[in-house]
């Protein structure tokens, strides 16, 4: 059973793909007891209990990276 979840919505007929706590991790470089202390501190990415698992969607992610994004485009 994979890890990654793929909830549809019908709001604006958009698909949305929701990542675990250990996948975030490695996107962000960043260790899962981080991510958690993150939590208790209301910071990193935007975060949702999904019936008892703690899960993320990807355009949070995606948001709080572009929030910490330095230097050029080109």
């Known amino acids: 059973m994979a890890s990654r979840k793929e909830i549809y919505t019908t709001h604006k007929s958009a698909r949305l793909k929701w990542y675990s706590t250990a996948e975030v991790a490695k996107i962000v470089d960043k260790s899962?007891?981080?991510l958690k202390g993150w939590r208790r501190q209301n910071k990193g990415p935007n975060w949702y209990n999904v019936e008892g698992s703690i899960q993320y969607r990807s355009d949070d992610?995606?948001?709080?990276l572009d929030k910490r994004r330095h230097g050029s485009a080109d």
């Open 61 to 64: 992610v995606q948001k709080y």
């Open 32 to 34: 899962e007891s981080t």
